[in-house]
């Protein structure tokens, strides 16, 4: 197997046994073939070597696949209404509300751009640092600190992370022997002090009173200490609160003092250090490098598990959707010997009678397309109704006689191809209104999820939202006669022929239109899983609904597989 072979991703299965029907996102939209003609394949269905349909729109081979087991199970909802499960383990390739704000927002383009100069101006002034340092030379955190005017806790880190070996250095950072010690000092008149002293003696309390003063015999204008003062009186280690104090009861006796600098000198003893040093060239230059790139900047789209995800659903005081996926390019298709033209089996679809080549037309322009398009045109006695001449033969071919629906090889033809189909199905069925936001409404449930479908295989996102049809009786009693589906969506693609309806359509969607938001995540009874691996190099496929989802699990042994281990 290739190296992206060993990447697994987890999809549901039914329960064996169960009676239950499969769950839908345990089917992956695949090319049309004789084992898949619908180009749909369930999970249980598939082979090692089928291919399935990646989010850039191309097909990738199966590569493998796990034993089936209990999973974990979460339901992600959409935000164009779409529900599926996945075990917790499952991993998604998901942006942020953080990073899209930062990669979309022009403010935050602005300062990126802004860092990004300045970044590149600091990069070029270590590399210019880096230069002037011979190869070999080794330092520690404070010295490739000094020298570069990075701060030391940065580059250490830095280096730790990038794996840059390090050699332990023993350094000597101060020798042994006499120096100088010089330090300040206050010291108070002897005779004044004794006075003093033998003053507060009175009191047989006070520390004064348990003080030898007689051995206490000062030289006439000698000066002494506090210290000093404590050893004539017999103190033969005094300690730094003794000194403290003394100091404050003569200055508080008013003893008269002066204040100068001692210096003396000591023996100290020699400081040897034990440091880890890093080759400082290489690390000034990597860390160069490093800061151009935009140091731990984040990147837009990241893989995030589904347990993951369910912790950080909304974010903020709004409560603002956090996950985004970005939408599916259009998948590839290779053109099909149509039976019948594209844009005109969607516009039958459309306006069509469900028995029969006949439709139901009061618009000029699709009756042009459709005789333009090589067919004949016969009216009808009824108003606006027109026969399709000749083409009987060609409705039995693909089953659409009191069937209506879109043929799977049409599902998966062109480009081209599946546009016209939904061409001919806007232009008889569809909206736009002057913001751009186009609505296509079927009450026929299969052909309403084959347009879904072919929407959605176009990169488009579009949502379904099933209402009531009904209709006003001549004694103004509402009646119900079946369920419509609406899809509203909104794309800049030439989704319509008829020019009226052409030249409302927007140049240019917004951001928002290109990704699929998570709006909500719950934990759901376990379902049985079954893991596959899958060619493609990034290790992407989409599943049910065209939604683009990863591998999940990677493989621990070269010698087998073990779904249970998951990342």
Known sequence: LSAAALLFG?????????????????KFPVPVSERFPTGWARNADLLIGDLVITPGGKATAVAGFSEIFDGDMYELTFS????VRADAGHLWAVSSRTTRRRDGSPCMTGRIADVDLRSAAEAERLRGIASTIEPGVMAAGNDMARVSGVGAGALLRFVRESGIDSVTAHVSVRPGGPVKNTSPRVRFNATDAKRALQNLSKNKTSVAGRMDLAAFAPRGDELMTAREVLVACGSTAPSAEDISSMNCRLKNAGVPRVRDVHTEMVNSRSIHKTLETFPLREVLTRYADHIETGKARAPRVQLRTTAELAAEVRVSAEAAVNWGIDLAAPIYGAAI????????????????STNGPAITCFDQPILDEITAAGYELRARKAP?????????????????????????????????QRLAVLQGLMDTDGTVDARGACELSLCHER??????????????KCKSTPSDASYVDKHGDRKITSTRHRMHFTTSLPVFRMPRKLQRLSSAT??????????????????????????????MYLTHGFIPTHNSLLVRSLFGWN???RI
Not at 10 to 25: H, Q, T
Not at 337 to 352: K, N, S
Not at 391 to 399: I, K, M
Not at 447 to 460: N, V, Y
């Open 10 to 26: 987890c999809a549901i299965v039914g329960r064996p046994g169960s009676g239950k029907a499969e769950s839908l996102n345990a």
């Open 80 to 83: 164009d209404g779409q529900k």
């Open 337 to 352: 010997d149509a039976v019948m033209d594209p844009y005109v089996l969607g516009a039958w679809l459309g306006d069509g």
């Open 384 to 416: 606006g109704l027109y026969g399709i001449i000749g083409v009987v033969e060609q409705f039995r071919a693909l089953n659409l006689i009191d069937n209506k629906h879109i043929p799977a090889t049409y599902l998966r033809a062109s480009f081209d």
């Open 447 to 460: 052909l309403a999820a084959d347009a879904l479908e072919l929407i959605r295989s176009l990169g488009i």
């Open 510 to 539: 917004r951001p928002t239109q290109d990704l699929l938001y998570i709006t909500a995540i719950k934990k759901v009874e376990s379902e049985k899983v079954r893991c596959i691996s899958v060619e493609a190099a990034d290790g």
């Open 563 to 565: 779904c249970l281990e």
